[in-house]
Antibody, heavy 120, light 109 residues
Framework: EVQLVESGGGLVQPGGSLRLSCAAS????????MNWVRQAPGKGLEWVSY????????YYADSVKGRFTISRDNAKNSLYLQMNSLRAEDTAVYYC?????????????WGQGTLVTVSS | EIVLTQSPGTLSLSPGERATLSCRAS???????LAWYQQKPGQAPRLLIY???SRATGIPDRFSGSGSGTDFTLTISRLEPEDFAVYYC??????????FGQGTKVEIK
């Protein structure tokens, strides 16, 4: 069974840092592209960042570029999101999501999410 | 940047009725890169449709997707009680790589 379990969320002050983790199981992690998607309270979905299966290709949304860093450790079946210079508008539930394998685009498995609250 | 506009914002229907949800793109989108998701309160999104019309694993056949270019549709043929939720379309393109529509809420009338 495919499982994605996020951790690392919490309350942080503006300007602070947080590192999110996503532990993957039930599939060959090193074969799949991965993403972070967030959802502010009561709002819609916003894609945050992408990393290829090998980690060689990375993309970010403009809203987090220069502040967030995505990475992965295929030996540990883990995905990470290092978040620096956090702002109030970064408050959201953060989901890790697996990319579809093949020529189609979409996210076929999602974690349960971890809440990040940026507030003084 | 491709903007996805979903309509209506809210759809009020009764169980057993047909639901038709629209997703319009500001520029042409490859059908291979258009997906639909369902999200219930307190839950993660669930992939329903990918490639504009292919159902994801385990998705009932009352869900169907269609469309091409700039106009895409998600149809739920007969609403079941568990189908009342928020639905999002998503596209893959250039910067930003992935964008979502703002969502359509399907509520019980």
């Amino acid at each position: 069974e495919v499982q994605l379990v996020e951790s690392g969320g919490g309350l942080v002050q503006p300007g602070g840092s947080l590192r999110l983790s996503c532990a993957a199981s039930g599939f060959t992690f090193s074969s799949y592209e991965m993403n972070w998607v967030r959802q502010a309270p009561g709002k819609g979905l916003e894609w945050v960042s992408y990393i290829s299966s090998s980690g060689s290709t990375i993309y970010y949304a403009d809203s987090v570029k220069g502040r967030f860093t995505i990475s992965r450790d295929n030996a540990k079946n883990s995905l990470y999101l290092q978040m620096n210079s956090l702002r109030a508008e970064d408050t959201a539930v953060y989901y890790c999501a697996r990319g579809l394998y093949g020529d189609y685009a979409g996210f076929d498995y999602w974690g349960q999410g971890t809440l990040v609250t940026v507030s003084s | 940047e491709i903007v996805l506009t979903q309509s209506p914002g809210t759809l009020s229907l009764s169980p057993g009725e047909r639901a038709t949800l629209s997703c319009r793109a500001s520029q042409s989108v490859s059908s291979s890169y258009l997906a639909w998701y369902q999200q219930k309160p307190g839950q993660a999104p669930r992939l329903l449709i990918y490639g504009a019309s292919s159902r994801a694993t385990g998705i009932p056949d009352r869900f169907s997707g269609s469309g091409s270019g700039t106009d895409f549709t998600l149809t739920i043929s007969r609403l079941e009680p568990e189908d009342f939720a928020v639905y999002y379309c998503q596209q893959y393109g250039s910067s930003p790589r992935w964008t979502f529509g703002q969502g359509t809420k399907v509520e019980i009338k």
